[in-house]
């Protein structure tokens, strides 16, 4: 079974800023597998990005989606106040696994 | 629109039966796989499974295989997530969505249901 680790766990910084997430696999999957996902309190997850790094409909462009092999990015370029939330990633190997989520808060 | 609606909270005892709905609507239902996640309370998510609504084909996470069944009842556009004997770990939110079309990921997600087990 693959397992996918994010880092940071949490992530603090201010509006405007830059934020980088990681998602690591146990070992190289197809990037076509992988997803990232926003959850905010008391909401059902977001699609964001799918494929690695093609924007579901209605994302931002501030949202963007890198990498291959066992690492990919999930990046948000400018930090807008309705950006703070958990993030997640997914991937369907022999079934579907989600990372454990990278909070991103208020600095 | 697509849409996906949940059932309502439910307030059950250890060992009781449930069974929580998601009805879609929006879409051509028995053209989606459905899945649902798990969230504990503070948790991550856990993907459980997913169903085919056209012919009720079902694949379980080997964590929940034997735990709950999936279902669906296609006339009415909706899918069921069941369990036979309640447990108090079983106490989450839990989310239906469907798998965008030929992608692996999930494009559109019920509102979740919330199942508290207590004695």
């Known amino acids: 079974e693959i397992v996918l680790t994010q880092s940071p766990g949490t992530l603090s910084l201010s509006p405007g800023e830059r934020a980088t997430l990681s998602c690591r696999a146990s070992?190289?999957?197809?990037?076509?597998?992988l997803a990232w996902y926003q959850q905010k309190p008391g909401q059902a997850p977001r699609l964001l990005i799918y494929?690695?790094?093609s924007r579901a409909t209605g994302i931002p462009d501030r949202f963007s989606g890198s990498g291959s092999g066992t690492d990919f990015t999930l990046t948000i370029s400018r930090l807008e106040p309705e950006d703070f939330a958990v993030y997640y990633c997914?991937?369907?190997?022999?079934?579907?696994?989600f990372g454990q989520g990278t909070k991103v808060e208020i600095k | 629109e697509v849409q996906l609606v949940q059932s309502g909270a439910e307030v059950k005892k250890p060992g009781e039966s449930l069974k929580i709905s998601c009805k879609g609507s929006?879409?051509?239902?028995?053209?989606?796989?459905i899945g649902w996640v798990r969230q504990m309370p503070g948790k991550g998510l856990e993907w459980m499974g997913i169903i085919w609504p056209g012919d009720s084909d079902a694949r379980y996470s080997p964590s929940f295989q034997g735990q709950v069944t999936m279902s669906v009842d296609k006339s009415i556009t909706t899918a069921y997530l069941q369990w036979s004997s309640l447990k108090d770990s079983d106490t989450a939110m839990y989310y239906c969505?469907?798998?965008?079309?030929?992608?692996?990921?999930?494009?559109?997600w019920g509102q979740g249901a919330l199942v508290t087990v207590s004695s």
């Open positions: 494929g690695a790094s």
């Open positions: 070992q190289s999957v197809s990037s076509s597998y």
């Open positions: 997914q991937l369907y190997g022999t079934s579907w696994t």
């Open positions: 969505a469907r798998r965008r079309t030929s992608g692996y990921d999930f494009d559109f």
């Open positions: 929006g879409y051509s239902f028995t053209s989606y796989w």
